[in-house]
């Protein structure tokens, strides 16, 4: 593995606003900011989880992202439906 690779670089990159996007999801002051800092954090592990496969050259961290992604996005879909109920009553 060579480190100096491009992709491990935009990883780390990724990482750091994965720690940041967990700021905002513990700290959001309301229900839909976590929603969306969740979904960011979501967003960010796939974009990582593509770019270590091209970078490793591993066609299984891509077929795993695809999965999360499509896991990811139906939970957020669960999530903002449950918001909506709870902000009509």
């Known amino acids: 593995m060579n480190f100096s ?3 491990f670089i935009a990883v780390v990159v ?3 606003y994965i720690l940041i996007s967990a ?3 513990f700290l959001g002051p309301t229900a839909p900011d976590r929603t969306v800092a969740l979904d960011t954090i979501n967003t960010l ?3 990582s989880m593509v770019a270590l496969g091209a ?3 591993e066609v299984l961290f ?3 992202a695809i999965v999360y992604a ?3 996005f139906v939970t957020t879909l669960f ?3 449950y918001l909506e109920g709870v902000e009509a009553s």
């Open 55 to 57: 970078a490793m050259w």
């Open 45 to 47: 592990v796939v974009a």
């Open 79 to 81: 999530i903002a439906k």
């Open 70 to 72: 499509i896991l990811s």
């Open 5 to 7: 690779n491009p992709l």
């Open 14 to 16: 990724f990482a750091i």
């Open 23 to 25: 700021l905002r999801l």
């Open 62 to 64: 891509i077929d795993i």
